[in-house]
């Protein structure tokens, strides 16, 4: 399977590249009142509103650091087909996984935490878009 590995702050995470439409530089975002938290705001994306979430608010990552690309998810992997991106600070690249470097996540974990990937000497998060959507009710 393939993955897409982004940074947020110093660490690593992943997504099924599956669920990836598009990468987009970050551009304005205009903010929604009464927004949950982790809804940094929304961008007109070819025509269509696009929420844009902060998934270091879902994930409790330090958020220092300035995200400037947007992961775009694409729309028809989620119930209700709701267009959705990410802010990250950097897309770093796309890989092959086998299932067999993939570990259960240690511990108490939320539902949007798959596993944990090992890849040389580091711990790649992979996290499900989907399920951290319906988890927080984005």
């Known amino acids: 399977m393939q993955v897409l590995e982004f940074e947020l702050g110093e660490e690593t995470y ?3 590249i599956d669920y990836v439409s598009e990468i987009v ?10 927004a949950p938290p982790y809804v940094e705001g ?9 929420s844009i979430v902060n998934p270091k608010t879902l994930l409790n990552v330090d958020n ?10 694409d729309a ?4 209700d087909a709701a267009a959705v991106g990410w ?3 950097e897309v770093d690249q796309v890989i092959r996984v086998s299932m067999d470097d993939v570990e259960e996540p240690p511990m108490e974990h939320g539902d949007f ?7 040389d000497d580091d711990l790649v998060v992979w996290i499900s878009p989907t399920k951290t959507a319906t988890s927080e009710g984005a």
């Open 87 to 89: 802010l990250v600070d």
């Open 25 to 34: 530089d970050r551009g304005s975002l205009t903010s929604v009142p009464n």
């Open 14 to 16: 992943c997504v099924d």
């Open 64 to 73: 220092t650091s300035e995200a400037s690309r947007i992961v775009i998810f």
């Open 113 to 119: 935490i798959e596993g944990i990937v090992r890849r």
């Open 42 to 50: 929304v961008m007109d994306l070819r025509g269509r509103t696009t």
């Open 76 to 79: 028809k992997q989620f119930a």
